[in-house]
């Protein structure tokens, strides 16, 4: 990781952008660190994290359109009785989770593993300590992740929490205690916003919190195109939102839509 190529997530440190005179090139991280660090901003402000314990379930248009043609015909292939071809992953990945992407190091972890903890510090703050697990399931678009999180002062407590994460760029929060009160890989394709929900607090630590959060990765790998202030013609204002549905978030994210999923992927059949 070049320490003179400025590692850039919109919603977090735009202004690092500045150092890209040093060689005249920005970055933008992988799509799964640059959802993580988006919802860790605003409680990172508030409340110092030290440590961060991520699992990510990610999905296959991480890996390429090739991936996707191999969800989609090993699916295909378990409904006709036909036999279930390996090729992008090395196990099946349908009806299957896979806990590798990339390749494996000396240490045991998986490069994404390890590009997860570095460019975190590198974005965020160096001496955020994260351990990272990365595992690929059968969905075709989006990007989840449970959240552990330790802070060095007293945590915030889930209402802190919410009202850290709602003002906050790029954070989109729906957290209702109730059956489907939480946001979805399907719900976010095709959406800009980073959703956070499940937010609560971790009694296994003195300082700890744990929280749920989705993206589009597909829209995050896009970096700086991506729009998180973006909103369709007929959606209510924050306010209104969080009066309706318990929930908030001041200019970010589209109302959520039929995801997009029949334009993003069509199968080479």
């Given at each position: 990781?070049?320490?003179?190529?400025?590692?850039?997530?919109?919603?977090?440190?735009?202004?690092?952008?500045?150092?890209?005179?040093?060689?005249?090139?920005?970055?933008?991280?992988?799509?799964?660190?640059?959802?993580?660090?988006?919802?860790?901003k605003?409680?990172?402000?508030?409340?110092?994290?030290k440590?961060?314990?991520?699992?990510?379930?990610?999905?296959?248009?991480?890996?390429g359109?090739?991936?996707?043609?191999?969800?989609?015909?090993?699916?295909?292939?378990?409904?006709?009785?036909?036999?279930i071809?390996n090729k992008?992953?090395?196990?099946r990945?349908?009806?299957?989770?896979i806990p590798?992407?990339?390749?494996?190091?000396?240490d045991g972890?998986?490069?994404?593993?390890?590009?997860?903890?570095?460019?975190?510090?590198?974005?965020?703050?160096?001496?955020i300590?994260?351990?990272?697990?990365?595992?690929?399931?059968?969905?075709f678009?989006?990007?989840?992740e449970?959240?552990?999180?330790?802070?060095?002062e007293?945590?915030?407590g889930?209402r802190g929490?919410?009202?850290?994460?709602?003002?906050?760029?790029?954070?989109?929060?729906?957290?209702?205690?109730?059956?489907?009160?939480?946001?979805?890989?399907?719900?976010?394709?095709?959406?800009?916003?980073t959703?956070?929900?499940?937010?609560?607090e971790?009694?296994?630590?003195?300082?700890?919190?744990?929280?749920?959060?989705?993206?589009?990765?597909?829209?995050?790998g896009?970096?700086?195109?991506?729009?998180?202030?973006?909103?369709?013609?007929?959606?209510?204002?924050?306010?209104?939102?969080?009066?309706?549905?318990?929930?908030?978030?001041?200019?970010?994210?589209?109302?959520?839509?039929?995801?997009?999923?029949?334009?993003?992927?069509?199968?080479?059949?």
């Amino acid at each position: 990781m070049d320490p003179d190529v400025p590692l850039i997530v919109p919603e977090v440190n735009a202004d690092a952008v500045s150092g890209f005179v040093k060689k005249n090139i920005i970055a933008n991280p992988n799509c799964s660190t640059a959802q993580l660090v988006v919802a860790l901003k605003p409680l990172h402000d508030k409340a110092v994290i030290k440590r961060v314990v991520v699992s990510t379930y990610q999905s296959v248009s991480g890996a390429g359109k090739d991936a996707m043609d191999e969800l989609f015909s090993q699916t295909k292939a378990v409904y006709t009785n036909s036999d279930i071809v390996n090729k992008k992953f090395a196990k099946r990945i349908a009806f299957n989770v896979i806990p590798e992407i990339d390749v494996f190091m000396e240490d045991g972890y998986t490069k994404e593993e390890w590009k997860m903890m570095m460019e975190t510090k590198k974005i965020l703050d160096p001496k955020i300590r994260l351990t990272a697990t990365c595992v690929r399931v059968p969905v075709f678009v989006g990007h989840s992740e449970a959240v552990n999180i330790e802070f060095e002062e007293p945590d915030l407590g889930r209402r802190g929490a919410r009202q850290s994460c709602a003002p906050a760029p790029g954070c989109l929060v729906i957290d209702k205690r109730e059956p489907g009160g939480y946001v979805t890989p399907y719900e976010a394709a095709g959406e800009d916003a980073t959703y956070i929900s499940r937010i609560r607090e971790d009694a296994t630590v003195e300082n700890g919190l744990v929280l749920w959060c989705v993206s589009d990765n597909l829209a995050q790998g896009r970096g700086a195109e991506r729009d998180p202030d973006r909103r369709m013609p007929d959606q209510p204002q924050a306010d209104q939102r969080q009066e309706e549905s318990g929930v908030s978030r001041k200019g970010a994210g589209r109302a959520m839509t039929e995801p997009l999923l029949a334009i993003r992927y069509s199968p080479t059949l």
